[in-house]
């Protein structure tokens, strides 16, 4: 009796191991496999990498996530055939940037990317995975030094920029070029972030905005017509130094020469002003006044 028992067991256990399989067979008949019964965690690759980022858990997360971005791509190496992916990245097969760029925009057409379509970048053909990397946990540009070192790689003149006696501290970690800069464009000139230069510069340094009881016009218009924004061979990041700077604008033959000549001078006759004289040493409110008598900006 016991005997039999047990072999009734084990027929129950092979039928129940055929079924299993039979079930699977037929599974495996209707369906193809899917993303992730290739692309295993045991890989080489990093692949898998992506379920430790934000993207693992887009449309639902598992093989999901793959297709958000890489497309339903139903032909993709199926029976042995090697067809790609709807849209890859590289590195075997590389879809057309724009075909790349429409997978991400799909998500990111708002916010601080709504002003991609006709940016400097996007007209340059840059891909969002030339710059971000989405297999990676903590994606590198999104660190101030990663990002940083990225645009440097291609601004070259910049670069160099930061590298002259005045510098905005960039290198030194002080200031970043995305605390000025949209890499992915903007609505004011250069992609600043702000519409106006001189909002963006106002962002930091508040006490220039004023309002000023005498203002200096050209530091209410532009800030860019006295100061250059990454660097400068002239102190105080200036684009010219000394008299030459506000000579541009104030032609000497303006300035009241007479009460202000000789006098302080010993032995000597020549326009005091104009003795290679800093403007500012008598004019050092070039910013803007708010001192009753200001107007002339000597306070
Ligand atoms: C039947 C197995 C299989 C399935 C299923 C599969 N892949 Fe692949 N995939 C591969 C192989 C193998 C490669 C390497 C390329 C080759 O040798 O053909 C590859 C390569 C890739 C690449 C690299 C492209 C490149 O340019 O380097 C991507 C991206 C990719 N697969 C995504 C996917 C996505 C997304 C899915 C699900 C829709 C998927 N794969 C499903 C086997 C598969
Ligand atoms: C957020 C969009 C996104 C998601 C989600 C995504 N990928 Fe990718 N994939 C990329 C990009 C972009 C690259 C190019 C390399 C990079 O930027 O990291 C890439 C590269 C690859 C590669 C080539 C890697 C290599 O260097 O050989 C494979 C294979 C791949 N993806 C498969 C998958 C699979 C499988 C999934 C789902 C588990 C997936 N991807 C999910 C965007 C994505
Ligand atoms: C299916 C929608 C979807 C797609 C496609 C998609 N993303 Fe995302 N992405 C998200 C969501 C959701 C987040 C998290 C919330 C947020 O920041 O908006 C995110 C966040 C990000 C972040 C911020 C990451 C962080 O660590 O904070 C970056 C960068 C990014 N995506 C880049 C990309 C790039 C590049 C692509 C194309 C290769 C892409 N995304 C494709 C939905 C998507
Ligand atoms: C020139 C390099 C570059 C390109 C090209 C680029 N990005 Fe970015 N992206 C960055 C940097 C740098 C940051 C971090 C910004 C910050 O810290 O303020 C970022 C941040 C993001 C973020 C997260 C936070 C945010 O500001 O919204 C998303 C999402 C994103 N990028 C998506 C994209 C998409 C989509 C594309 C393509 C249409 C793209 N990026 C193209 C450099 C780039
Ligand atoms: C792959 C090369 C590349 C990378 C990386 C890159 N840029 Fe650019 N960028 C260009 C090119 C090309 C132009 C157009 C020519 C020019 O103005 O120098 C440009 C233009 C610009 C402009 C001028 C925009 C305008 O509307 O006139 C700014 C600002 C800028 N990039 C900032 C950045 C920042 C910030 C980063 C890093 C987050 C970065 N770039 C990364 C290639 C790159
Ligand atoms: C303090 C703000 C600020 C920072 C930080 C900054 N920029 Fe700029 N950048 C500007 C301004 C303002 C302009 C526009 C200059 C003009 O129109 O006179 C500009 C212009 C540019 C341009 C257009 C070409 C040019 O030189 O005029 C590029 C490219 C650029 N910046 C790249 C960068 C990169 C790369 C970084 C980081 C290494 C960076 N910027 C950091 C403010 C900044
Ligand atoms: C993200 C913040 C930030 C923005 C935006 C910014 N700056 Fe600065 N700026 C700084 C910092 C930080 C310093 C260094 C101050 C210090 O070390 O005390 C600085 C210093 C300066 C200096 C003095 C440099 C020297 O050699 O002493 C000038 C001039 C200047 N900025 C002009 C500008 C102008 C013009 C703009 C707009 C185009 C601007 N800044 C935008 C952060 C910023
Ligand atoms: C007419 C030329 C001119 C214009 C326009 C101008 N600046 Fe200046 N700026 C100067 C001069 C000259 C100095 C050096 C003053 C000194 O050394 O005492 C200076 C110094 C600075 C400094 C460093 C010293 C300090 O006072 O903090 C900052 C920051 C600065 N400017 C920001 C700005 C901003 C922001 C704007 C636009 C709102 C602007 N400047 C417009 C001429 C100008
Ligand atoms: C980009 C042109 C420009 C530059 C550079 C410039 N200024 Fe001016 N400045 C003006 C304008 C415009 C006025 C207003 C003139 C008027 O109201 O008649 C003005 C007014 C003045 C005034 C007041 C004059 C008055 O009649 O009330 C003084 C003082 C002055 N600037 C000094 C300087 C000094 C010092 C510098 C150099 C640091 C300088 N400016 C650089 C354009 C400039
Ligand atoms: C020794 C001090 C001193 C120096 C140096 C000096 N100024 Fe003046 N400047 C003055 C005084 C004081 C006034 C006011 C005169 C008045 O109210 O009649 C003045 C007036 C001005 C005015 C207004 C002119 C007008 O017609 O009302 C301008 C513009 C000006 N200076 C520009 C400059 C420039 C540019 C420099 C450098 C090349 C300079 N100043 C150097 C003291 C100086």
């Known amino acids: 009796m016991l005997r039999i028992g047990v072999m009734a067991i084990d027929g129950l256990k092979a039928i129940v191991v055929l079924c299993a399989a039979l079930l699977c067979a037929a599974a495996w008949a209707q369906s193809e496999p899917g993303c992730l019964d290739c692309h295993t965690q045991g890989d080489e690759s990093t692949v898998h990498q992506v379920f430790k980022t934000v993207h693992g858990a887009i449309n639902g997360g598992g093989a999901n996530a793959c297709t958000a971005c890489h497309g339903p791509s139903e032909k993709h190496d199926r029976r042995g055939k090697k067809q790609p992916v709807d849209i890859s990245f590289g590195p075997l097969w590389t879809s057309d940037v ?10 990111h057409d708002n916010k601080a990317q709504i002003h991609w379509v006709g940016s400097a970048h996007q007209q340059e053909n840059l891909a969002c995975s030339d710059c971000h990397q989405s297999h990676t946990p903590q994606d590198p540009v999104m660190g101030d030094d990663g990002a940083q070192a990225l645009c440097l790689n291609c601004h070259t003149q910049v670069r160099a920029e930061l590298q ?69 061979v002239n102190e105080r990041l200036l684009t010219a130094r000394g008299p030459a700077l506000c000579q541009q604008c104030h032609a000497a033959a303006f300035h009241p020469s007479v009460p202000y000549g000789s006098e302080g001078l010993p032995g000597g006759s020549a326009n005091q002003n104009l003795l290679g004289k800093n403007c500012l040493n008598c004019h050092s409110q070039v910013h803007g006044s708010n001192h009753p008598s200001g107007a002339r900006l000597t306070r």
């Open 164 to 232: 002259l006696p005045s510098r905005h501290p960039i290198s030194e970690g002080k200031t970043d070029c995305v605390d000025c800069h949209n890499p992915h464009g903007s609505l004011g000139e250069a992609a600043l972030n702000e519409v106006t230069l001189n909002d963006n510069c106002f962002s930091c340094h508040q006490d220039k905005r004023g309002p000023f009881l005498w203002e200096h016009p050209p530091a209410a218009e532009d800030c860019a017509l006295c100061h250059r924004p990454h660097g400068s």
């Open 98 to 107: 724009d075909t790349r760029n429409a997978s991400c925009q799909g998500c």
